[in-house]
């Protein structure tokens, strides 16, 4: 384990902004960039330390900007696939994936991540 590295936290944003019924399937760009500005200035609640975020987003919210603080990641087609391919590149260093998505939670898992639900970042 690389601990020099910061804690490398993927976020599922189509399963954290749908894990709220706030109207959020009427804009799913401007949901996941409000979203992005949360992590951005709220950071990751419970992890210590310095954290690199990384938002994954697909469909519809795809080209949403990064900003300081929050890379976004645009997936070309199964966000699920791009976070186990970003988990699966990113050996030797702690990962946090947060999603409630049983199936992803499992991938990643096999792969060394830790796992956490959307209210790790979302209230």
């Known amino acids: 384990m690389n601990d ?12 954290v902004v749908g894990s709220v019924p ?5 804009d ?8 992005r500005d949360r ?8 992890v210590s330390g310095p ?3 990384l938002l994954v987003v697909e469909g519809a919210a795809r080209g949403v900007e990064s ?3 929050v890379r976004v990641e645009s997936a070309s087609g199964s966000g699920d696939d ?3 391919e970003v988990v699966a590149g990113a050996a030797g260093r702690s990962v946090l994936v947060v999603t409630a998505d049983r199936e992803l939670r499992r991938r ?3 792969l060394g991540a830790e796992v956490a639900g959307p209210r790790t970042v979302r209230p």
């Open 108 to 110: 990643v898992g096999e």
């Open 28 to 35: 799913r760009r401007g949901a996941a960039e409000r979203l």
């Open 39 to 46: 992590l951005a200035s709220d950071g990751v609640p419970g």
């Open 67 to 69: 900003v300081p603080g």
């Open 4 to 15: 020099n590295a910061p804690v490398l936290v993927v976020v599922d944003a189509a399963n």
């Open 51 to 53: 954290v690199e975020i």
């Open 22 to 26: 706030d109207g959020w399937w009427r």
């Open 82 to 84: 791009h976070i186990v």
